[in-house]
């Protein structure tokens, strides 16, 4: 199946830093996901995005759907412990629904 | 909120046995229904999709007749790893979508084949 782009693969960070991370597709897709994967969990939705240019928050997330609809970009502030896990972004249109290829972010106290 | 409940959690099996796992929506009717697998530090493959009551739409490359997969409610989803071999060991995910819901994941199931 398809599968997205992620950027950047690892990210190791002191506790308080901002993050960056972001999601490419040579297709467009109508709807843009972001989860994180806990060790030996399924992923927990974060922020979902319907509409291109669309910027969205979810407390220290902020998730923004690209104009071309084939990108998305997702921000973490101030950083904490707890934010270390694997996030995903995802494309959807109806029901195809692919995953990016996983940022595993490591935040040092 | 929606809550997919997925069973077992582990499961260890001998080489050539069958294992079944599970995949409930708890509070939700779901409509389809995804299995993905997942290989250490990688990301989630999707395996098939499953429509209550018709057969399973498998991706390229997965082999329909050792990854049984069963959508008999819109409840319930089971996936049958039949004959299971050493390289089928990792983590299985579903996930269920409903009419009102978007996509809710499982918890995951990790079969470790010995």
């Known amino acids: 199946g398809q599968q997205l782009n992620q950027s950047p693969q690892s990210m190791f960070i002191q506790e308080g830093e901002d993050v960056s991370m972001n999601c490419t597709s040579s297709?467009?897709?109508?709807?843009w996901l972001w989860y994180k994967q806990d060790p030996g969990e399924g992923p927990v939705l974060l922020i979902a995005l319907y509409k291109a240019g669309e910027l969205t928050s979810n407390g220290r997330l902020t998730a923004q759907f690209g104009i071309t609809r084939k990108d998305s970009f997702l921000n973490i502030s101030a950083s904490i412990p707890s934010d270390v896990g694997i996030y995903f972004c995802a494309g959807q249109n109806g029901n195809q629904f692919y995953f990016g290829t996983g940022t595993s972010l490591t935040v040092i106290p | 909120g929606a809550v997919v409940s997925q069973h077992p959690s582990w499961v260890i099996c001998k080489s050539g046995t069958s294992v079944k796992i599970e995949c409930r929506s708890l509070d939700f009717q779901a409509t389809t229904m995804f299995w993905y697998r997942q290989f250490p530090k990688q990301s989630l493959m999707l395996m098939a999709t499953?429509?209550?009551?018709?057969?399973?739409?498998?991706e390229q490359g997965v082999e329909k007749d050792k990854f049984l997969i069963n959508h008999a409610s819109l409840t319930l989803s089971t996936l049958t790893v039949t004959s299971a071999h050493p390289e089928d060991s990792s983590f299985y995910i579903c996930?269920?979508?409903?009419?009102?819901?978007?996509?809710?994941f499982g918890s995951g199931t990790r079969l470790t084949v010995v």
């Open positions: 996930s269920a979508k409903g009419i009102y819901y978007g996509y809710t």
């Open positions: 499953s429509n209550e009551g018709s057969k399973a739409t498998y």
């Open positions: 297709s467009i897709f109508n709807t």
